[in-house]
T-cell receptor, first 112, second 117 residues
Framework: DTEVTQTPKHLVMGMTNKKSLKCEQH?????MYWYKQKAKKPPELMFV???????INESVPSRFSPECPNSSLLNLHLHALQPEDSALYLC???????????FGPGTRLTVT | AQSVAQPEDQVNVAEGNPLTVKCTYS??????LFWYVQYPNRGLQFLLK??????LVKGSYGFEAEFNKSQTSFHLKKPSALVSDSALYFC???????????????FGAGTQVVVTP
């Protein structure tokens, strides 16, 4: 099973709201990723967790806060977002950082 | 620094004809190359990868890719395209891993494939 699940599918939030995106994988992968993707553009890496430790933060604004509660789960906490943060947020995982990444279907986020 | 280029924004092909999506790369050392496909309103799906070995790599859904070291290319191919192959295709290269570099994926700009009946 090469499935990465993400909830919710769609999210509309105001600039003062706090919300969370969730990602789950049961493939035993030890690396997990958050990407942001604008329409028709390649994904942009935001964060990487490796063995449940934050390995990469691509200078993402602090209004995005990642969390890895265990090896199967990855959260992205959102607070005080801006309209330009509207995008598709993709979660991915890989066995290790050497291996191909498997992506979830994404959360379509709209900030109003 | 690693980079990958997809020279075509869009490729149009008739159903049943061969499909080629071009990718060229620039890396120091041995390249680790990947192809992904993204259908509308979906996440990326892994198609195939080249790490080492045979220059012709076979992947999912009848796709294959040919690694050409002298031309620094990794073109994606399918002998007979289907309307359902219409999607956005991304080539990616993994950056060289060092003590300071994690080995992130660098994606090309993407190529929209349109297959007409």
């Amino acid at each position: 099973d090469t499935e990465v699940t993400q909830t919710p599918k769609h999210l509309v939030m105001g600039m003062t709201n706090k919300k969370s995106l969730k990602c789950e994988q049961h493939m035993g992968h030890r690396a997990m990723y958050w990407y942001k993707q604008k329409a028709k553009k390649p994904p942009e890496l935001m964060f990487v967790y490796s063995y449940e430790k934050l390995s990469i933060n691509e200078s993402v604004p602090s209004r995005f806060s990642p969390e890895c509660p265990n090896s199967s789960l990855l959260n992205l906490h959102l607070h005080a977002l801006q309209p330009e943060d509207s995008a598709l947020y993709l979660c991915a995982s890989s066995q290790t950082r050497l291996d191909e990444q498997y992506f979830g279907p994404g959360t379509r986020l709209t900030v109003t | 620094a690693q980079s990958v280029a997809q020279p075509e924004d869009q490729v149009n092909v008739a159903e049943g004809n061969p499909l080629t999506v071009k990718c060229t790369y620039s890396v120091s050392g041995n390249p680790y190359l990947f192809w992904y496909v993204q259908y509308p309103n979906r996440g990326l799906q892994f198609l195939l990868k080249y790490i080492t070995g045979d220059n012709l790599v076979k992947g999912s859904y009848g796709f294959e890719a040919e690694f050409n070291k002298s031309q620094t290319s990794f073109h994606l191919k399918k002998p007979s395209a289907l309307v359902s192959d219409s999607a956005l295709y991304f080539c990616a290269v993994r950056e060289k891993m060092t003590t300071d570099s994690w080995g992130k994926l660098q994606f090309g700009a993407g190529t929209q494939v349109v297959v007409t009946p």
